[in-house]
């Protein structure tokens, strides 16, 4: 009907209001361009790159968000191969196209986590590996878990010297992560695969020094018998 207003969606809204700033942006750049010093033209583009990127990374991160709300379900349940590859017919698309369209959100980083353990879970840990290592989000306990997930591929590997590294990196990520005494129990064990006794009793004992209340370190005096 002529003169009805149409009614725009949030997503169309958003998506006009980034385009009008866009052309405001740069309407002002070519308005000014000859009254400006070239530099102060090359910051102004460069903030619009910057204002653009954001957008599209905030966006991103939404929609991985409720991507992968979808798939946490299957996860947690242990049907890994589905949470891998999604379901067809249905709009959950799985961790893996999670990943490769929205890698580089955060959301999406947490993402490969999962991808990476679920790869794991499967025995397929050349894959995993391959996503614990990719990670490179800001979340302190996930960037422990990347560590400590390589280390546990590593070991499945029978490459315990490696491993034993790792663990250890793990455990010092972040003071506050509840499975840095677990990550020392490994690395200590490891150690002592490879025969490093003095790396594997140094790190047992500040295990049994510094965690005395943990699960963990029921098992340490076998092991610290092993490197006297």
Do not use: W
Not at 132 to 156: H, M, P, R, V
């Amino acid at each position: 009907m002529i003169g009805q207003k149409k009614k725009f969606s949030k997503k169309e809204m958003k998506e006009d209001k980034l385009v009008t700033t866009y052309y405001k942006v740069l309407a002002f750049y070519e308005e000014q361009k000859r009254n400006i010093a070239y530099v102060v033209g090359g910051i102004a583009v460069v903030v619009l790159a910057i204002f653009l990127y954001s957008e599209n990374t905030k966006t991103d991160n939404e929609k991985a968000n409720v991507e992968l709300a979808r798939v946490i379900p299957l996860y947690d349940q242990g049907s890994f191969l589905e949470a891998i590859e999604g379901q067809a017919g249905t709009p959950l698309i799985g961790l893996k196209k999670i990943v490769e369209q929205y890698g580089s959100s955060e959301i999406g980083e947490s993402a490969k986590i999962y991808l990476a353990n679920a790869y794991y879970f499967l025995g397929k840990f050349d894959e995993a590996e391959k996503y614990y290592k990719d990670y490179g989000g800001s979340n302190e306990i996930f960037k422990a878990t990347a560590f400590a997930g390589q280390a546990a591929c590593l070991e499945a590997k029978n490459e315990p010297g490696k491993a034993a590294e790792l663990y250890h990196k793990a455990a010092t990520v972040s003071k506050e992560n509840v499975l840095n005494p677990k990550y020392l129990l490994f690395a200590g064990i490891n150690y002592i695969q490879i025969g490093k006794k003095g790396e594997a009793k140094e790190i047992l004992t500040r295990l049994k020094k510094e965690f005395t209340t943990s699960t963990y370190i029921r098992d340490v005096d076998r092991y610290l018998a092993q490197v006297q």
